[in-house]
Nanobody, 114 residues
Framework: QVQLAESGGGLVQAGGSLRLSCVAS????????VGWHRQAPGKEREFVAG???????YYSDPVKGRFTISRDNAKKIVYLQMNSLKPEDTGIYSC????????WGQGVQVTVSS
C-alpha cells in the first residue's frame, strides 16, 4: 500500500506557474493510476489530471493546454506543472493513487491572485 505527500503549493499571480509534486512511499506505486484533484472554496472536489501506469494521460477541459502531468516511477513521484494560472484555479490540490476509494494525500493549497 502507498502513502502520498504533496508539495509545491503556494500563492502566485495570475499568469504564473507552479509545479506540484506527489511523492509516494510504500510498494506498488508504479502499477497505480494517479490523479490530481482540486477543491475550490464552496465547491465539490473535481478531477484535474491523471496518468495511468502505462503512461496514458487525461486532463479536464478547464486545464487542457495549461497543465501537464507526468510521472517518474523510479522516484515514485507524479508532477503537475501548472502554467498560465487563473484565479479560478485556486483551491486545495490533492493527489490520489488507485481507483475507487484509492489513497489520498493531505493536499496543498494553491492560491492564484488576480
Amino acid at each position: 500500500q502507498v502513502q502520498l505527500a504533496e508539495s509545491g503549493g503556494g500563492l502566485v499571480q495570475a499568469g504564473g506557474s507552479l509545479r506540484l509534486s506527489c511523492v509516494a512511499s510504500g510498494s506498488g506505486f508504479s502499477t497505480l493510476f494517479v490523479g490530481w484533484h482540486r477543491q475550490a472554496p464552496g465547491k465539490e472536489r473535481e478531477f484535474v489530471a491523471g496518468v495511468s501506469s502505462g503512461g496514458s494521460i487525461y486532463y479536464s477541459d478547464p486545464v487542457k493546454g495549461r497543465f501537464t502531468i507526468s510521472r517518474d516511477n523510479a522516484k515514485k513521484i507524479v508532477y503537475l506543472q501548472m502554467n498560465s494560472l487563473k484565479p479560478e484555479d485556486t483551491g486545495i490540490y490533492s493527489c490520489k493513487a488507485g481507483v475507487g476509494a484509492g489513497t489520498w494525500g493531505q493536499g496543498v493549497q494553491v492560491t492564484v491572485s488576480s
